[in-house]
């Protein structure tokens, strides 16, 4: 009974270790968390960042590990968890890459599919070829009222 009640200790103070360590790096996260809001930097920001994505992973080993008892189980750990997600991130980064070499080839080689983002206009220009635009669509107005008066006139003309 010795034997037993010495693997219950040891169990416990393997959970209480895990536990702690997972505390710390939980306020690890909060702190850098919170720092980040008032640095301007960045290259400081995105290193604080990566510090707290690192940070979440060990704290999912741990998790994964000792929670969902694959510790021991290295080789089961490697194949249902490594593994898939090393596919899960090539599988991200080849569509980013194909979707981006798509928009570059349909930019540069067919002008009427030219993205929105990629053609630069100018606010004033616009402004001043809507007015003017207006102005000739007025003067064509009264052009053509102008000319069915004088029509209407001539022909009162031939009337009389």
């Known amino acids: ?3 037993n009640t010495h693997d219950h200790h040891d169990v416990i103070a ?6 702690i360590i997972l505390s710390v ?30 940070l979440m992973l060990a704290k999912a080993f741990y998790i994964v590990a000792y929670f ?7 080789k089961n750990l490697i ?4 593994v898939p997600l090393a596919l899960f991130i090539w599988f991200i980064t080849a569509f980013l890459s194909d979707g981006n070499s798509f928009r570059n080839l349909r930019n540069t080689y067919d ?23 207006k102005e000739s669509k007025s003067d064509a107005k009264e052009g053509k009222s102008e000319a069915k008066e004088s029509k209407s006139e001539a022909t009162e003309t031939k009337k009389d």
């Open 1 to 3: 009974m010795s034997e």
């Open 14 to 19: 393997e959970i209480k270790k895990v536990t």
């Open 25 to 54: 790096l939980t306020i690890i996260e909060l702190i850098l968390g919170f720092w980040m809001i008032g640095i301007t930097s960045e290259g400081m920001r995105l290193a604080i960042k990566g510090t707290i994505v690192i």
């Open 68 to 74: 969902m008892h694959l510790k021991h189980e290295l």
């Open 79 to 82: 194949m249902t968890i490594v």
């Open 111 to 133: 002008p009427h599919f030219k993205e929105q983002a990629t053609i630069k206009v100018e606010a004033k220009e616009e402004v001043a070829h809507a007015t003017d635009a």
